[in-house]
C-alpha cells in the first residue's frame, strides 16, 4: 500500500481528482466505483466541474460501493448523495450508472444482479473511504475477510457518523447496508482509500502501524498490489512518522 500524505482536505481532493481524470483519459471506457460521504463530497463535485470542462466519459462506467437498505431517495442513501453531488450537476452521461437498490423487495436478488454487475464491468479504480472503527464500505470491525457482496449491520459508530452527517433524529437512522465485501473491493484494479480529519487520526494509525487483521478491516488493503492510501496531516496526526 503506497501511503501519500497531503496538507488537508483540499489536497486531497486535488490528488484525488487528478488520479480520476487521469484514468479517463489513459483509457476512455474505464469502470469507475465511488464511496460517499464527508471524504468524497467535494471530490464529486470537482469531478462533475471537470466533466463539464470538456473530460469525455461517454465511454465510461460509474457504479458505488454500498447503499443503504430503505427508501431510495433518502437524504442520506447513496442514491440521492450521487445524484446531488455528481449525477444531477453534469450536462453528459456516462455509459452506464449501477447502484445497489436500496428498496429492492428480494435482498439476495438484489446481491446477485450486483454481483453480476460487478463480474461483467472489471473496476479500474474503487475509491473508498474510512470509518473511524477502521471499516470500508460497511465491512465492519469482525467481518470475515472472505466477505462477499451482503447486507451488513451498521456498528454504534457508524451510525453516530451518519446521523451526524446527514443531522438525523435518532430514528431515522439507517442500521443496515449492502456493501461490497472484502472479495469485491479486492478485485479492483486499484484502490484508493482516503482519509481526512483528526476523527480518523486512530483507525489511520490501526491501519498503517498495525497488522493486518479483520479487527482493522481497511488494513486488508496492504495485502493488495496497487492500494494508494491518501491522509491528511490531521488524520496522520497520531503516525509515528509523519
Ligand atoms: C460510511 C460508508 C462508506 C464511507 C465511509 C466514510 O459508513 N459506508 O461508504 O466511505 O463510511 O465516510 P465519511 O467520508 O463520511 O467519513
Redesign the pocket.
Known sequence: MKLLKVKDYNEMTDILLQYFSNQVKRKSDSVLSF??????KRFLTGFADIINAGLDISHCTFLN??EYVGEREMPYSVYSFMHTYLYNRIDRKPKNIFGLDAQAPDRDEELKRYEFILQRYKRDIQL?????NG????NEPGTPFDSKLFVAD?CIS?KE??KK?FHLKDNEVPSQ?Y?MGFREIMAADCIILAASGKS?AEAVKKVVEGDVTEDVPASILKKHGNSIFIIDEAAGSLLKER
Not at 128 to 132: D, H, R
Not at 135 to 138: C, T, V
Open positions: 464511496t460517499t460521504g464527508a471524504t468524497t460501493l454500498d473508498l473511504g474510512l470509518g473511524t471499516h470500508i464500505g460497511a451498521s457508524t457518523a451518519t452527517l447496508m456493501t480518523k
